[in-house]
Nanobody, 114 residues
Framework: QVQLVESGGGLVQPGVSLRLSCVASRNIFSISTMGWYRQAPGKERDLVATITSGGYRNYVDSVTGRFTIARDNAKNTVYLQMNSLKPEDTAVYYC????????WGQGTQVTVSS
C-alpha cells in the first residue's frame, strides 16, 4: 500500500505564499499523472492541479497563474507552490495520482485568513 505524506501547510495572511510537498512511499517515475487536490470545509474534495511525467501541467481556473505544480521523480515528491493566496484557498490539501488510485494521506491544512 502506497503511503502519501503531505506537508507545508499553515495559517497565513492573504497574499502570501506557501509551498506544499507530498512524498510517496514508492517510485512515482512510472506514474503518468500526479495531482494535488483540496477539500474545503463542508465541500467535496476537488482536483486543483495535475502534472504528467513529461511535465505538462494543468490547473483549475481558480488557481491558474497563482499555483505551480512540480514533481521530482528522484525524490518521489510532488510540490505545489501557492502564491497570492486567498481566503477561498482555505482547505486541506492532498496529493494523489490522477484518478485517484492510491489511498489518501492525512493531507496538510492551509488556512488563509487576515
Amino acid at each position: 500500500q502506497v503511503q502519501l505524506v503531505e506537508s507545508g501547510g499553515g495559517l497565513v495572511q492573504p497574499g502570501v505564499s506557501l509551498r506544499l510537498s507530498c512524498v510517496a512511499s514508492r517510485n512515482i517515475f512510472s506514474i503518468s499523472t500526479m495531482g494535488w487536490y483540496r477539500q474545503a470545509p463542508g465541500k467535496e474534495r476537488d482536483l486543483v492541479a495535475t502534472i504528467t511525467s513529461g511535465g505538462y501541467r494543468n490547473y483549475v481556473d481558480s488557481v491558474t497563474g497563482r499555483f505551480t505544480i512540480a514533481r521530482d521523480n528522484a525524490k518521489n515528491t510532488v510540490y505545489l507552490q501557492m502564491n497570492s493566496l486567498k481566503p477561498e484557498d482555505t482547505a486541506v490539501y492532498y496529493c494523489n495520482t490522477y484518478g485517484p488510485s492510491w489511498a489518501w494521506g492525512q493531507g496538510t491544512q492551509v488556512t488563509v485568513s487576515s
